[in-house]
């Protein structure tokens, strides 16, 4: 699975990337995970779903607008989840919306 993760300026996602690439290696997973700046999501499109940080939730329909959302799934992380650094939730919540988008 490619994960890729949006956020302001693809910084602020990097620990938690960090830490969902961590709980997929504990569960034998081998994911894809990678943060952009939102700007950049159009030139990553190579991924099965986008996560789009809590501070720039406003622009998800921008986002929404410029990819393929038929095959993409796009989602805000939730806030605790993210102001936690919780990468074992985040992960589920991507494999959900995965297996939701392929219904």
Same mark, same amino acid.
């Given at each position: 699975?490619?994960?890729?993760?949006?956020?302001?300026?693809?910084?602020?996602?990097?620990?938690?990337?960090?830490?969902?690439?961590?709980?997929?290696?504990?569960?034998?997973?081998?994911?894809? +995970?990678?943060?952009?700046? @939102?700007?950049?999501?159009?030139? *990553?499109? !190579?991924?099965?779903?986008?996560?789009? /940080?809590?501070? $720039?939730?406003?622009?998800?329909?921008?986002?929404?607008?410029? +990819?393929?959302?038929?095959? @993409?799934?796009?989602?805000?992380? *939730?806030? !605790?989840?993210?102001?936690?650094?919780? /990468?074992?939730? $985040?992960?589920?919540?991507?494999?959900?919306?995965?297996?939701?988008?392929?219904?």
């Amino acid at each position: 699975m490619k994960i890729m993760l949006a956020c302001a300026m693809g910084l602020s996602t990097s620990l938690l990337v960090s830490k969902m690439k961590e709980a997929a290696k504990l569960q034998n997973k081998d994911y894809k +995970i990678w943060a952009v700046d @939102i700007e950049s999501i159009e030139d *990553n499109e !190579d991924c099965d779903v986008i996560l789009i /940080g809590p501070q $720039v939730s406003h622009r998800i329909a921008e986002v929404k607008d410029a +990819i393929d959302t038929d095959s @993409i799934p796009v989602e805000v992380i *939730n806030r !605790d989840s993210y102001g936690k650094c919780d /990468g074992a939730a $985040v992960l589920k919540v991507a494999e959900q919306l995965v297996e939701q988008s392929k219904k």
